[in-house]
């Protein structure tokens, strides 16, 4: 009865020292474990944590039985245990650390660089660019050509250009029907799109490793264009040889087109940047400029 009565006490202690930073705190550990959780069960990385787990329950064994050499050998994998994570997880890291990075959160603490305002010119590099990719899937789609067409976003994709051949040139649907013909030594490969320009061609894109339900009909350049769209924010226009269906992927969602006024629709709702957003730095420059007006009214009234 006693140990009740203190337990009870203790808590009651703790709860009167409890302020909203402990809650902030405690919902922030829980998400983490959460994360954490959900990794490991969605991942290889059960396996290898069962392993890990293997091998310090045999370490405490072989210490408790005063086995030196088994002990020693064990107590290293145990010392440099943080390392050899980092290492095995190394995919699954970067992957994470690449989402936190494309979050909402990093935006909103101004860390990094979003869809921003751009001049007119720009915008209609980018409408042009779209307008060719429209028309030249249109155009592959009824002669069932095979295309695979990436639009780099934030995620710079700098590792999957050095497989291919830098272009970097202006778009349009002859150049394009020129690198996918399929006698051209290009064509195997897909087409990386920065800023509204051709920029580099034949690149060899990674495989999904997540999207394990992939329709059995779906070919090499679907499961391509899924795994490029897991590992970066880029969009990517698909047209399937045997089919002539054009898809578009993103964020590793494959979605069939319907017609190209959809395809296009969908586009410039994801590739186009933001209108300027309207904040209190904007009206600055004006409310500077009433001020200035009004002092010299005033300072005319006055000579007057």
Known sequence: MEMILLWFRSLFSVIKTFELKDAVDILCVTFIIYVLIKFIRDTKALQLMKGAITLIIVYILATFFNL????????????????IILIIFQPEIRNGLEKLGRNKLPKALGIGISKTYEDD???????????????????????????????????????????????????????????????APLHDGAVIIRKGRIYSAGCILPLTRKNNDVDADLGTRHRAALGMSEDSDA??????????????????????????????ERLETLILPESPKTDLTSYIPTFLSIRKDKKSENRKNKEA
């Open 68 to 83: 030196t050499m088994l002990s020693a050998l064990l107590r290293m994998f145990v010392e440099f245990g943080v390392l």
């Open 235 to 264: 969009v990517v226009v698909v047209v399937s040889e045997e089919t002539g269906g054009i898809s578009l992927v993103h964020k590793g969602n494959l979605r069939k087109m319907t017609d190209s006024d959809e395809l296009r």
């Open 121 to 183: 010119d720009t915008i209609a590099i980018q409408k042009k660019c779209i307008n060719d990719v429209v028309a030249v899937s249109q155009n592959f789609s009824t002669k069932k050509v095979g295309a695979l067409i990436v639009f780099e976003q934030e995620t710079k994709l700098g590792d999957i250009i050095s497989t291919g051949t830098v272009i970097d040139a202006l778009p349009s649907v002859s150049l394009f029907g020129n690198m996918f013909f399929n006698k």
